[in-house]
C-alpha cells in the first residue's frame, strides 16, 4: 500500500522530500522553465499546513559526484522562496553532514529547508547505504514526489524509503500514478496510442504492452521510417535503425493477430538535407528516393490520425511526429497537439507521456486543454511498459 503525504500527521515533523528540482537553465544560470517548481508546490504546502517543515532533497545536472557552483541548488531555492510569500526558505549547502544538520536544527515549522545538489556526491547514484543512512536522520518522514527519478534506483529515491517507517507519495506522484496508472488499468475505450520520436529501439515494449489494451496505435517520427522498410518499401536517406527492421515486421504482425491497429503514415513531408531550410516536398511514403529524407508526417496523415484521436475514449500521446525543434517540420507534431485539445473538450481522457511530447504540446498552448501531462519522460515509458518503478516499489508499504 502507498501512502500519500495528505494522510501523514506531520505536526511538528521533519518531512524529508524528494523533489524534482531539475530546472533548465541557460548559460547565465537563469531558470527558464520552472515548471517543476511549481507542481512541487502542492506537496510543499501540504507540509507546511500540516505543522511540519518541508526539507527538500533534489538533483540538479550531472555533476558526476564533483561539487559545481553551476549545478548549485542556491538559485533554485531563492525561486522557490519567491513563489511562496511569508514562507522563510533556508538553503543548506550541503546535503548531508553538519552543516545541513544545522540549518534543519534551526528551521521552526512553517519555513522550509533545500538541501544542496545530491549529486555533488557519487554516493547518490551508487545507491550507497552509508550516504542512505546520513540522508536518513535528517527527517522523521519519508516523502517521494520526483516522478521524473521513479525509474532509478539511487539513494534519495529508492534507497532511503526502507530506513522510514512513515514513508508515502507526495500529491504529484500520486496524481502521475493515478492518471497513468488508470489510463492502462481502466482506459475508456476507444483507447489511441501514439507513439513517435526518433528510433523505433527505445519504444519496442511500450509498444508491445500497449497492444494489450490499444485499439489503435498510431506511429509517427523518424521510427516510422524502419516500419515502411519492414514493408518493403525504399525510404531513401530517411532515419532507419537497419537491425529493427525484422522486429518492426514482428510488431505489424503480432497487431494484426491482436486485432490492433498499427497506422503507419501514408505520406511524409521529405527533405534533402536535415536542415530547416533544405528544399522540401511532401510525397507518398511508397516515393520517398535517394537524396530525399523524411522529417515530418503529410497532411493525409495529419487528417487520419485527427479522426482516430477525436473519435477516442483514452488517447496517450509520447513522442514527437517529425522534427518539430525545425519551424519547417513541426506541423505534424502541432497538429497532434490540436487534435488532442479538440478530444479532450469532446470529454476524452487525454495523456501525454512526458520529455520531447511535453516540450511540444506547451509549445503550442495546450499544456492546459489537456488531462494530464507526465512530468517524466524515462519514467512514464517504463511505467506504461508495465514495469515496476523503484522509487514507487520502495515508498510500499506491506
Ligand atoms: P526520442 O528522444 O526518441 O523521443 O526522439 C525525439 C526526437 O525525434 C526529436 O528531437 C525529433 O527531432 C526527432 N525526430 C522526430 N521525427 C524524426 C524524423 N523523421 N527523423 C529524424 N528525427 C526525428
Redesign the pocket.
Known amino acids: 500500500m502507498i501512502r500519500s503525504i495528505r494522510d501523514i500527521d506531520v505536526k511538528g515533523k521533519r518531512v524529508l522530500t524528494r523533489v524534482d528540482f531539475n530546472v533548465p537553465q541557460d548559460e547565465a544560470g537563469v531558470i527558464i522553465d520552472d515548471t517543476r517548481i511549481t507542481e512541487s508546490l502542492p506537496t510543499i504546502r501540504t507540509i507546511l499546513d500540516g505543522g511540519g517543515i518541508p526539507i527538500l532533497m533534489s538533483h540538479l545536472g550531472r555533476p558526476k559526484g564533483t561539487r559545481k557552483v553551476k549545478y548549485s541548488l542556491r538559485p533554485v531555492a531563492a525561486h522557490l522562496a519567491g513563489q511562496l510569500p511569508n514562507v522563510p526558505v533556508h538553503f543548506a549547502d550541503d546535503c548531508i553532514g553538519p552543516i545541513a544538520h544545522t540549518v534543519i536544527e534551526e528551521a521552526r515549522p512553517g519555513s522550509i529547508v533545500v538541501l544542496e545538489n545530491l549529486r555533488f556526491y557519487a554516493e547518490e547514484e551508487a545507491n550507497n547505504a552509508a550516504f542512505c543512512r546520513q540522508l536518513a536522520v535528517l527527517g522523521d518522514v519519508y516523502c517521494n514526489d520526483a516522478f521524473g527519478t521513479a525509474h532509478r534506483a539511487h539513494a534519495s529515491t529508492a534507497g532511503i524509503a526502507h530506513l522510514f517507517a512513515e514513508r508515502c507519495a507526495g500529491i504529484l506522484l500520486m496524481k502521475e500514478l493515478d492518471y497513468l496508472g488508470s489510463a492502462l488499468a481502466n482506459p475508456k475505450h476507444p483507447f489511441v496510442a501514439i507513439i ?4 523505433i529501439s ?2 519496442i515494449d511500450v509498444i508491445r504492452s500497449l497492444m494489450a489494451s490499444c485499439e489503435t496505435i498510431l506511429i ?6 524502419t516500419f515502411l522498410k519492414a514493408q518493403g518499401m525504399d525510404v531513401g536517406d ?2 532507419v535503425e537497419p537491425d529493427k527492421i525484422e522486429l518492426a515486421g514482428q510488431l505489424l504482425e503480432e497487431a494484426e493477430a491482436r486485432n490492433v491497429r498499427l497506422l503507419i503514415p501514408d505520406d ?1 513531408v521529405v527533405a534533402t538535407a ?1 536542415n530547416n531550410d533544405a528544399q522540401r516536398k511532401t510525397v507518398h511514403v511508397s516515393d520517398i528516393r535517394s537524396g530525399w ?4 508526417i503529410g497532411p493525409k496523415t495529419i487528417k487520419t490520425f485527427d479522426d482516430v484521436i477525436r473519435s477516442a475514449g483514452t488517447v496517450l500521446w ?9 519551424p519547417n ?1 513541426a506541423a505534424g ?1 502541432k497538429a497532434i497537439a490540436d487534435s488532442m485539445a479538440a478530444a479532450t473538450a469532446g470529454g476524452a481522457v487525454t495523456i501525454v507521456g512526458g ?3 511535453a516540450a511540444a504540446i506547451a509549445e503550442f498552448g495546450h499544456k492546459h486543454h489537456v488531462t494530464h501531462v507526465s512530468t517524466g ?1 524515462g519514467a512514464s515509458l517504463e511505467f506504461l511498459e508495465g514495469r515496476v518503478l523503484p522509487g514507487v516499489a520502495a515508498l510500499d508499504i506491506p
Open positions: 513517435g520520436g526518433s528510433k527505445g519504444k509517427g517520427g523518424g521510427m516510422m521510417f530517411s532515419l511524409t536535415f529524407m523524411g522529417l515530418d509520447n513522442g514527437p511526429m517529425g522534427v518539430f525543434e525545425m517540420f507534431t520529455g520531447d511530447s519522460g
